[in-house]
């Protein structure tokens, strides 16, 4: 057969809805997976929608070039992205956060977008107010609604430590369990999360696995000229840290450790609800700086000139996701060290890449043996790192990872001959 038609992607001529809180302009956390997808069906000949919240992570202050909108829609790449206003709370607490998704869910569910009758609707979560949304915009229209698993709100809340957590996960678990039951499909980015996705209500052959990729590009430029930029001195060993400074990230141990190592150089490069906390837990501290979240161009490069990338949570985080900070880390080539529960999705994840070290979270004696290992060994420390764009190269490429998002989306549509959306929608 030689017609073009048989060269179509499958979701060619299809119009499709994503509903994600976070998106660009925001470049860490889920929004660049968000974007990189949106702009990858539209690329491919979907008429592409997005509804999405106003930028604000992840310092969680509202991007300035939104203010006093209530309602926007713009064309970014192809893609129609339409934005709601919500609460933006600079601190956490379980009320706070309660506000911020009911501030979403009413107003998404008061002004859906306008827009042409999707053929299916996609949700990322842990939005718990994208994920009911987009399940009640799907139901509407009597078509798939396929949720994309990146993390749990309930789980999360109820390890948290914020105020109120036990009682703001019953609500959470409440609302994912209503979204995730009126699924075609639920994608999960980790096989850590297959057992809490069951125990929701969802069959076990709904749920097909769809990792997250490495959205950053290679870094480009010499390390010795960045480190020099950026005022790292060549003989001192730099251990950064990047992206959001939450309670969740148990970040103290990097600051703790800086304190017994004065030797040591730390890095803690992004923003967050908990940044003016660690900055006055290290004021009297020379051999640890704060940087704001570099730009996109300049991410890889940074990344690079570390000695060490460090991932860290707090011990009471059994942590099911894989931080979109890791697959960053992976690809930057050098090695990662994780203070962080040896059970769960990051631990799984540096160990089965074998770039990288862990060590009990919030020790900052264990973190600081690892650090001086990895000192004395340069030849171990750039064998770690190596492992690293490896790995990505073999298990994280952004071909493999959007692929596997189109083979989800594309048998929840049926157009792969199964029938997973029969019977999948109902209000």
């Not at 600081?368 to 171990?380: G, M």
């Amino acid at each position: 057969m030689t017609g073009s038609a048989s060269h179509l992607h499958p979701l060619t001529g299809r119009t499709l809805l994503l509903v994600s809180t976070n998106y660009a302009p925001e470049h860490t956390g889920i929004g660049p997976y968000a974007t990189q997808l949106a702009e990858h069906w539209a690329a491919r000949g979907a008429d592409t929608h997005v509804l999405a919240g106003m930028p604000h992570y992840p310092s969680w202050r509202l991007d300035p070039a939104y203010a006093g909108r209530w309602r926007a829609t713009e064309s970014r790449a192809g893609v129609t992205v339409h934005r709601r206003r919500h609460t933006v709370p600079p601190r956490q607490t379980a009320l706070r956060r309660a506000l911020f998704e009911a501030s979403l869910l009413a107003h998404q569910l008061l002004a859906p977008p306008r827009m042409p009758r999707p053929h299916a609707v996609v949700a990322q979560m842990p939005s718990l107010a994208g994920a009911v949304v987009a399940a009640r915009i799907a139901a509407r229209y009597r078509v798939p609604f396929v949720p994309v698993v990146q993390d749990l709100m309930g789980a999360a809340a109820a390890q948290s430590g914020i105020s109120g957590g036990d009682r703001a996960a019953a609500v959470a678990a409440r609302a994912e369990r209503y979204a995730l039951s009126r699924a075609a499909l639920v994608g999960i980015i980790h096989d850590s999360f297959r057992p809490r996705v069951q125990a929701l209500g969802v069959a076990p052959g709904r749920i097909r696995l769809v990792p997250n990729w490495s959205h950053v590009s290679r870094p480009s430029a010499s390390r010795t000229k960045t480190r020099a930029r950026l005022g790292w001195a060549p003989d001192r060993q730099v251990v950064l840290h990047c992206g959001n400074m939450g309670l969740k990230q148990g970040l103290e141990v990097l600051v703790d450790a800086a304190r017994l190592a004065p030797g040591v150089d730390f890095v803690l490069m992004g923003d967050g609800n908990q940044r003016t906390a660690l900055q006055e837990r290290a004021r009297s501290l020379p051999n640890l700086r704060f940087l704001p979240p570099a730009e996109s161009a300049d991410f890889p490069d940074v990344l690079a000139a570390a000695d060490v990338l460090a991932v860290t949570q707090r011990a009471s985080v059994l942590d099911m996701s894989v931080p979109s900070k890791l697959t960053s880390y992976f690809a930057a080539g050098r090695p990662v060290i994780a203070s962080v529960a040896a059970e769960g999705g990051t631990a799984d994840e540096v160990r089965r890449s074998g770039a990288g070290v862990l060590v009990p979270p919030e020790d900052p004696a264990a973190l600081l043996a690892a650090l001086k290992e990895l000192a004395a060994d340069p030849a171990e420390a750039d064998r770690l790192g190596a492992r690293g764009p490896a790995y990505v190269d073999e298990h994280l490429s952004a071909a493999a990872g959007l692929g596997r998002l189109d083979d989800l989306l594309a048998e929840a549509l049926g157009t792969d001959g199964s029938t997973a959306h029969e019977g999948a929608v109902r209000e």
